[in-house]
């Protein structure tokens, strides 16, 4: 096992394990979990659909792609990348639908998303700068795109999620000021 994927395995797990570690501390300290209304619940599930369906398009996309023998990218890539269309089309349109935040706790939880999205991002541009510019590590190994893009990619789908953040709370203030 290379060096590089040894570290690409730690990183993964430190950070699946920071993520619980976060997520049991908000659950005890809450006490019940986000709550949402009816309308909510239908723009989620309508969320879900649409992002169920955008991956399943994007891997019959890149399964005719190898079909034709066109290697546009590891397997990793390709993978990591449907992952965060598909969550990024899933928040965005949560976000737009009034259905990411749960009902009581809006301001908090759009405050605690947005600082950790912003974390993340700054992140995982500063992982891929300190590895693409700074070690000269290539992104493109045999005419393909590598495993080293996954930050940019990660902190491209939350810098989205962010300007969708950002985007809906000047619309909903627009809103409000025009009443």
């Known amino acids: 096992m290379s060096d590089y994927t040894l570290g690409f395995f730690i990183g993964f797990f430190v ?4 993520f619980l570690i976060i997520a049991i501390v908000l659950k005890c ?7 949402y209304d009816e ?9 879900y659909k649409y992002s169920f369906f955008t991956l399943v398009f994007y891997c019959i996309l890149c399964g005719m792609l190898d079909t034709f023998e ?3 990218a590891e397997t990793v890539i390709q993978m990591f990348l449907g992952m965060f269309i598909s969550v990024t089309v899933f928040v965005v349109i949560c976000i737009f639908k009034d259905a990411y935040f749960g ?3 809006g301001k908090s939880n759009i405050r605690t998303f947005l600082f950790l999205s912003v974390m993340v991002t700054v992140i995982q541009l500063f992982n891929f700068i300190f590895t693409v510019l700074i070690e000269k590590e290539p992104i493109i190994t045999d005419g393909m795109l590598n495993s080293r893009l996954i930050p940019i990619m990660c902190a491209v789908a ?3 999620m962010i300007i969708a953040t950002v985007i809906k709370l000047v619309l909903s203030r627009k809103e409000r000021e025009e009443e």
């Open 15 to 18: 950070v699946i394990s920071i």
């Open 29 to 35: 300290k809450n006490n019940h979990a986000t709550e």
């Open 39 to 47: 309308r909510q619940l239908i723009a989620r599930n309508t969320a």
């Open 70 to 72: 066109i290697k546009w």
């Open 103 to 105: 009902i009581a706790k």
């Open 158 to 160: 939350f810098l989205i």
